[in-house]
């Protein structure tokens, strides 16, 4: 068996092009690959929604990581590389180390998001936040310039 590599994922072009680079410079057949998506938690402080609510927009934001993490399989699917998917709800920091404790790989993948320098700031990122605490290697991935 090869690399273990974890490729964080969500619907952004930057994740995107962080699993295109991966299958094109870093993996190959005898790798195999984890796809891990972190979806938001329903946000209910402050509303005065009916539980059902907030279980309908649960199952939707299940339904679209499902659907995130479905296309970007697709894409390791068809390189022949073994895949798994995982999925998890919370904070994407915390719940992106999470799978890295679960499922050690032997490098941490994910697309860099370009914030500014405020967002990143006052927000920080999931990449920082990645690359001080993962226990693994970091590879962060910028989109190429145009």
Same mark, same amino acid.
């Given at each position: 068996m090869g690399k273990a590599l974890m490729i964080a994922v969500d619907d952004s072009e930057s994740s995107a092009y962080a699993v295109k680079f991966t299958l094109e410079n870093l993996a190959s057949s005898d790798d195999a690959i984890t796809l891990v998506h972190v979806r938001s938690e329903v946000d209910v402080e402050g509303f005065y &929604?009916? !539980?059902?609510?907030?279980? *309908?927009?649960? /199952? +939707?934001?299940?339904?679209?990581?499902?659907? $995130?993490?479905?296309?970007? +399989?697709? %894409?390791?699917? &068809? /390189? +022949? %590389? !073994?895949?798994? $998917?995982?999925?998890?709800? &919370?904070?994407?920091? *915390? +719940?992106l180390l999470e799978a890295v404790n679960e499922f050690p790989p032997t490098m941490l993948i994910l697309g860099s998001r370009g914030l500014g320098m405020v967002k990143r700031t006052f927000l920080g990122s999931v990449s920082d936040y990645a690359a001080q605490h993962a226990e693994c290697p970091v590879l962060i991935v910028k989109l190429p310039h145009p």
């Open positions: &929604g009916t !539980p059902d609510w907030v279980a *309908e927009m649960d /199952h +939707k934001f299940e339904e679209r990581a499902r659907g $995130i993490l479905s296309r970007m +399989k697709e %894409i390791v699917d &068809g /390189h +022949k %590389i !073994p895949c798994m $998917i995982v999925s998890k709800k &919370g904070d994407a920091r *915390e +719940k």
